[in-house]
């Protein structure tokens, strides 16, 4: 039975739009992108959704933890869920929050970095002939109760997408801009409500290269 990955932050995991600080409800199994993606690629797919909100591509965070640097997770869940045939990897949110003053050159790095852990010899091992579709995220927006930690962080997420696409095609990658599919909620510029869930039916089968 084939695997698939997929491995992301709070929309991966499924996070509904933020109308109250402190309130977390989720997607139902139905409407989450991870278990339509892999419906779509076939009935005999197996799916190991790894989403946790307010994770980053490398960055420990001071409030939520240090367990949201994005480098710890991942080895967990390569060494957990295998042998993997494929894997998404759609991070790039959390790191434009304010508190980081991350560049988008740096939030690349964080890519890279996790991407070279994917490819490392002990994990193609475990791993063999893994495919990786990269994830560019939609960009975020500063509104609702998030709009403080995300201030200039419209401008540095819009940045990502080109970034992200000229590394996929360097590294032999899959790519897909989000952002050409789907936006976020105006509720809290970062979620994504049940419409936009329900648009990544259109881009699977024909654009994610897995």
Not at 34 to 52: H, K, N, S
Not at 67 to 80: E, P, Q, S
Request: charged share 20%; with cysteine.
């Amino acid at each position: 039975m084939p695997r698939l990955l997929t491995y992301g932050d709070s929309n991966t995991h499924g996070t509904l739009p933020l109308h109250t600080r402190g309130v977390f409800e989720r997607h139902g199994r139905e409407i989450r992108w991870p278990t339509r993606a892999a419906a779509l690629l076939g009935p005999d797919w197996d799916l190991a959704e790894e989403g946790l909100p307010g994770r980053t591509t490398m960055f420990p965070d001071p409030v939520m933890g240090a367990h949201m640097d994005g480098t710890i997770g991942l080895r967990i869940a390569l060494l957990t869920h295998g042998p993997l045939d494929a894997m998404t990897l759609m991070l790039g949110t959390n790191d434009v929050k304010l508190r980081y003053g991350a560049t988008p050159e740096r939030i690349l790095g964080g890519i890279a970095a996790l991407i070279d852990m994917a490819r490392a010899p002990d994990m193609a091992a475990r791993h063999p002939g893994l495919r990786i579709l990269l994830i560019c995220p939609p960009p975020v927006e500063e509104a609702g109760v998030l709009a403080p930690d995300y201030m200039g962080g419209p401008a540095k997420s819009r940045a990502l997408a080109p970034l992200y696409r000229d590394f996929a095609k360097a590294r032999g990658l899959g790519f897909l801009d989000a952002g050409e599919v789907i936006a976020v909620s105006p509720i809290d510029g970062v979620h994504y409500d049940a419409r936009a869930m329900r648009r990544w039916q259109a881009p699977w089968p024909a654009r994610c290269a897995i």
